[in-house]
């Protein structure tokens, strides 16, 4: 079935420092969601992707949807401490209205001062 | 708006006993989805519910049930314990409609040891 693979699955960052994660699908994407939950914390939406090759910004946050919808990524430019916490991207299975959803296994992010 | 409300926040219970959990969702959402956290596992799907209707069901066992009520608030139920189903179970709920139907809105989740 529908799989969603999201790497890497750690990421160490030197405060200052850019990053990326990926979520990657072997089917095509009606569209893509992506979640941010600090330590202690709960999911939290940050932005959905629908459109091929979409590109959103939030600030030091860049999302891209890929041309052929199959993949996604999260680019963090000059991380924070903030930044620290586990990304996760997540994909309604099917196009049809009640597929299951499915979270990646999420990009834990560790940022050192 | 009033976020996802989750209760209890902590549960600790033995192996066999059972346990329901509850979940108010975000006023005018219809939908709530039910998951399980755990470190080894991350986010594990088990239910989501529209309309007081089950629309789709995670690779849970049948010990994991759930339902939702009239108003849109529902509870998931495990029955008889074990050790595993230790974990952050987690409620979300979304509007319904285009794409905003995707999005999924968490509660603080109930955190259940089995002991």
């Known amino acids: 079935g529908q799989q969603v693979m999201q790497i890497p699955q750690y990421q160490h960052v030197q405060e200052g420092e850019d990053f990326t994660t990926y979520c990657n699908s072997s089917?095509?994407?009606?569209?893509i969601q992506w979640y941010k939950q600090r330590p202690g914390g709960h999911p939290v939406f940050l932005i959905q992707?629908?459109?091929?090759?979409e590109v959103k910004k939030q600030k030091r946050l860049t999302f891209q949807f890929g041309e052929a919808k199959k993949n996604s990524s999260l680019h963090i430019t000059a991380t924070q401490t903030t930044d620290v916490g586990t990304y996760f991207c997540a994909v309604r299975m099917t196009t049809d209205s009640w597929g299951k959803l499915q979270f990646g296994a999420g990009t834990q992010v560790v940022v050192t001062p | 708006k009033a976020g996802v409300t989750q209760t209890p926040r902590y549960l600790i219970k033995t192996r066999g006993q059972q346990v329901t959990l509850s979940c108010s969702p975000i006023s005018g959402h219809r939908s709530v989805s039910w998951y399980q956290q755990t470190p080894g596992q991350g986010l594990q799907f088990l239910f989501e519910y529209f309309s007081e209707t089950q629309r789709n069901k995670g690779n849970f066992p049948g010990r994991f049930s759930g339902r939702q009520f009239s108003n849109s608030r529902s509870e998931m139920n495990v029955s008889t314990l074990e050790l595993g189903d230790s974990a952050l179970y987690l409620c979300a709920s979304s509007p319904v409609g285009g794409e905003a139907k995707n999005i999924q809105y968490f509660g603080a989740g109930t955190r259940l040891s089995v002991l």
């Open positions: 089917t095509t994407l009606s569209n």
């Open positions: 992707l629908v459109k091929s090759g």
